[in-house]
């Protein structure tokens, strides 16, 4: 394995989401968010890192969890769990009378296409405080089986297979058991509005892996939206850059260049060479995702953000003592996911002060301590920066002069 560097006058960062820093997410496994976190340790901010999306519908997996995607509901899925905890018959023997479809009850005018936030902290509650989840798990039911056979072929095939290839069992024929998983990353690089251009001159990003266009929540198929949206602005954005620079990459010293890939061949070196190190990076990896997934998604208390920054402190602590095993310099994946840890561990710190200072509920951001959205204190931009290995917030105003403000409310019956 070798370390090279690529100069050039600009660059555009399009790396996705952060889902890794959670453990098991329904992103792919590739991301970790490393990136972002390389960047925002060499001064790029951070913005909105505590806007973190769960979805309610997804399929547990042990290596990652898979998306049961909305249009099951758009569809006219309908989610319920049977009326009596604790019922050991199968979904598909259990009678229409005896089933609760709590989102349609709770939510009558909205009903199953309720925001995933919404639909995410109902069957949480369902399952962890109403103890009305699946048997022995915690999930409920998303159940397609009353609509055609047909139908469901022909707008839905393709989520139904994930779930009959994972899962085993045909959706058509039974209700699918589904629970939330961590899912999007509305926070990320800060960029401005103009040019996706970072703080950070000739540094653009665009897509998931920066912050600007969801807030608080994102809404069902805006992300590809943004995506493409921020990709138009940054692309011609870095040409003018590139081409608008009195003297490029071309006339700059060798030397730069070559003392960033000695600095990082250091920090791969040590690695290689830790042989007295004691911790396994996998379990860190997994000590901090369940940390992170139980304190840091649906419903966040002060307390356990403080226990969670305590158990990062303890886990960075650990990080220092690993032991590669592996030392091939060959495809040597465990030495990249171990660089990639150190960078999670630092992103997981920036989500979990974000929102410890956050007193208030927005979006998907939810604090039973602090229910009420607080436009007076909280209607801004978090932005974290990385100074000298602290990490510091601060915050910018929200323009709101396009759109008036006004409560988000999924109660009313009509
Ligand atoms: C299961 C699922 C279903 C979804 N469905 C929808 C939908 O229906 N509609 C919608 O709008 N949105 C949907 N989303 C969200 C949307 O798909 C993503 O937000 C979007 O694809 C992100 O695109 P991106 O180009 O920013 O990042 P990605 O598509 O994630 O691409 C990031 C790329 O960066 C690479 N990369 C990462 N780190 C590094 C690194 N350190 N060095 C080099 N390369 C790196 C990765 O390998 C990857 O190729 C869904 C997401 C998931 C997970």
Redesign the pocket.
């Known amino acids: 394995m070798e370390i090279r560097t690529f100069p050039c006058d600009a660059a555009i960062f399009?790396?996705?989401?952060i889902g890794a820093v959670f453990g098991r997410s329904?992103?792919?496994v590739?991301?970790?968010g490393?990136?972002q976190s390389a960047l925002f340790q060499q001064g790029v901010y951070y913005a909105n890192g505590e806007f973190i999306q769960v979805h309610p519908t997804a399929i547990p997996g042990e290596d990652k969890c898979r998306?049961m995607?909305e249009s099951a509901r758009g569809e006219g899925g309908r989610v319920w769990v049977p009326k009596q905890a604790g019922d050991k018959r199968s979904g598909k023997d259990i009678p229409e009378n005896e089933r609760f479809y709590f989102l349609e009850e709770w939510y009558p005018k909205y009903g199953n296409l309720v925001p995933r936030d919404v639909a995410t902290r109902a069957i949480h509650k369902i399952v962890f405080e109403m103890k009305m989840g699946l048997v022995g798990e915690p999930a409920v039911y998303l159940d397609v089986t009353h609509i055609p056979r047909e139908t469901l072929d022909r707008k839905l095939e393709g989520i139904l297979e994930i779930y009959e290839k994972f899962v085993g069992v045909d959706p058509r024929e039974e209700p699918m058991k589904v629970f939330p998983a961590m899912?999007?990353t509305m926070g990320g690089l800060w960029v401005d509005n103009e040019n996706q251009a970072t703080n950070v001159p000739g540094i653009y990003a665009a897509?998931?892996?920066e912050y600007q266009y969801h807030g608080a929540n994102r809404l069902?198929?805006?992300?590809?939206?943004s995506?493409i949206y921020g990709g138009m602005l940054a692309g011609p954005a870095a040409v003018r850059y590139s081409h608008g620079l009195e003297s490029g990459c071309e006339n700059t010293s060798p030397a730069v260049f070559e003392r960033e890939r000695v600095r990082q061949q250091d920090i791969t070196d040590a690695l290689l060479n830790q042989h007295k190190g004691t911790e396994n990076p996998l379990t860190i990896w997994r000590e901090m995702g369940d940390i992170m997934t139980e304190h840091v998604t649906v419903i966040r208390y002060n307390a356990n953000l403080e226990k969670t920054l305590a158990k990062l402190d303890e886990l960075s602590a650990r990080f220092t003592r690993i032991n590669l095993q592996d030392r091939t310099q060959w495809a040597n994946q465990t030495l990249n996911f171990v660089r990639e840890l150190g960078n999670m561990l630092i992103l997981a710190r920036v989500i979990t002060m974000g929102a410890l200072a956050r007193n208030e509920t927005r979006g998907a951001h939810y604090k039973p301590d602090f229910p009420e959205r607080d436009d007076a204190n909280w209607l801004k931009t978090t932005k974290a920066s990385y100074n000298d290995g602290n990490i510091q917030l601060e915050y910018e105003p929200i323009d709101t002069s396009l759109l008036p403000l006004r409560e988000r409310k999924y109660t009313a019956k009509s």
């Open positions: 399009c790396t996705g989401g329904t992103n792919s590739v991301c970790t490393s990136a998306l995607s899912h999007y897509g998931e892996c069902g198929a805006n992300s590809l939206v995506c």
